[in-house]
């Protein structure tokens, strides 16, 4: 085995896979592994990915925490024959992500990426209730009383823009959903 992992020397992340609903378990048996195993020099970081979502429903919030990807592990790693023997051998994992026996790292752009929106400043996603087609009224604000159908859902924003009639013309009219209800 010892020549599938080459002689790097460099921190990289890789992907575990995991039995479903595992996820939570093999992070904390693997960070228990760590000291135990003596590979503090080599498995750094461990993490489930998840995101932060807001679900909208009947005018009330609710924040709940979703698995970005269900059934994964990420694992910021030296590669070589003892971090692959610890980390495979994890109860729970059913391997790594590569070719055959061979992990392959994440590049840096998609670790990144995975990073970014998992972090401290990640905003959480917006679930609402509504979607294109649907009749809706406004509720309060200053379109209050205006109703018509929705053609536009802008989750970053927090947006939904509806057809309405605004000085006697019909046009597309944008506000925040939570001022907005299903007719």
């Not at 979502?53 to 609710?62: A, F, P, V, Y």
Request: proline share 5%; net charge neutral.
């Amino acid at each position: 085995m010892g020549d599938l992992f080459g002689n790097t020397q460099e921190r990289r992340w890789y992907i575990v896979q995991t039995y479903s609903g595992y996820e939570k378990r093999v992070k904390a048996d693997i960070e228990k592994r760590i000291p135990n195993m003596n590979m503090d020099g080599r498995i750094f970081n461990v993490l489930v990915p998840e995101e932060d979502r807001e679900i909208k429903k009947d005018g009330k919030s609710k924040h709940i925490k979703r698995r970005i990807f269900p059934c994964y592990v990420l694992v910021e790693m030296i590669l070589d024959e003892g971090s692959w023997h610890v980390v495979r051998h994890t109860p729970g994992v059913t391997g790594f992500v590569g070719s055959g026996n061979h992990p392959i790292p994440l590049t840096p752009k998609e670790a990144n990426d995975i990073l970014a929106k998992v972090g401290k400043d990640a905003r959480p996603k917006v679930e609402v209730e509504f979607e294109i087609g649907d009749m809706v009224q406004v509720k309060n604000g200053p379109f209050a009383g205006q109703s018509g159908p929705v053609v536009a859902i802008d989750i970053d924003k927090a947006k939904i823009k509806f057809r309405g009639t605004l000085f006697g013309r019909e046009q597309d009219i944008e506000t925040d959903y939570t001022d907005l209800e299903k007719i």
